[in-house]
């Protein structure tokens, strides 16, 4: 694949995946990127598995040993990640694009409140709570790392999965809070309709004329799977 610009941005969807290969695999690609890397954004599920952010609690996972929890990089508290939910990482030069991470989460938030909006389905943001809501409950999270200027980890937005374990937790830190998904909101929406419509929406926040979809099965030499 030959790619003139580097405003273009390369999609990489990816089925379903270990979380802790996608996180390694994102850090190598963040810690060897180079200036004129092209930007990424991997499409992909997770089996079960709850991430405890860099500032996370112990006290927020209520039920141990049910779901394997993993440490992560990324901001934040504890969250639940499974089959049914959309992940979007998102590895952007920031420097080269001109925006400040706080930018970088507003557009990632309006890219979900767009999205949902494309599905009829109302939602917004919360300042004092990062993420996106539908009637007071939490459909789409964030999470980010910066590192040399340049984004890692990203979006998740609920939408035909079992919502069980998010009671096992508290949610973001947040005891209480009830989530939600688009199946609840309108029936029969898979991930392959929400893909495109979250990657359209995603590069018009950041006026990206060119993308680059690469599926699941062509090589990347940064995702292997591990036995």
């Not at 994102?26 to 200036?35: E, G, L, Q």
């Not at 929890?69 to 934040?76: A, C, L, N």
């Not at 909006?117 to 790392?145: C, M």
Request: hydrophobic share 35%; charged share 20%.
């Amino acid at each position: 694949m030959i790619v003139e610009s580097s405003d273009a941005l390369i999609v990489r969807s990816m089925g379903l995946r270990s979380w802790k290969t996608v996180a390694e695999s994102m850090y190598k690609f963040t810690n060897d990127r180079k200036p004129e890397t092209l930007d990424e954004v991997w499409l992909v599920e997770h089996p079960p598995v709850f991430t405890q952010g860099q500032s996370g609690k112990v006290e927020h996972i209520l039920v141990p040993d049910q779901i394997p929890v993993m440490q992560s990089d990324r901001g934040g508290q504890v969250t639940y990640h499974g089959p049914g939910q959309q992940l979007m990482y998102v590895m952007i030069n920031l420097k080269r694009r001109a925006i400040t991470p706080r930018q970088l989460v507003n557009l990632m938030e309006k890219t979900i409140i767009d999205t949902l909006s494309y599905f009829s389905v109302i939602s917004y943001s919360r300042v004092e709570a990062p993420g996106v809501y539908v009637d007071n409950k939490k459909i789409g999270s964030l999470g980010l790392r910066i590192r040399n200027r340049c984004s890692y980890h990203g979006l998740s937005l609920n939408v035909n999965m079992d919502l069980t374990p998010f009671l096992y937790i508290n949610p973001c830190g947040h005891p209480g809070l009830e989530m939600t998904q688009l199946q609840q909101q309108k029936h029969d929406i898979t991930l392959t309709e929400v893909q495109p419509v979250l990657i359209y929406n995603f590069t018009r926040q950041l006026s990206i004329s060119e993308t680059y979809w690469i599926e699941k099965n062509e090589t990347c030499s940064y995702i292997e799977e591990k036995s």
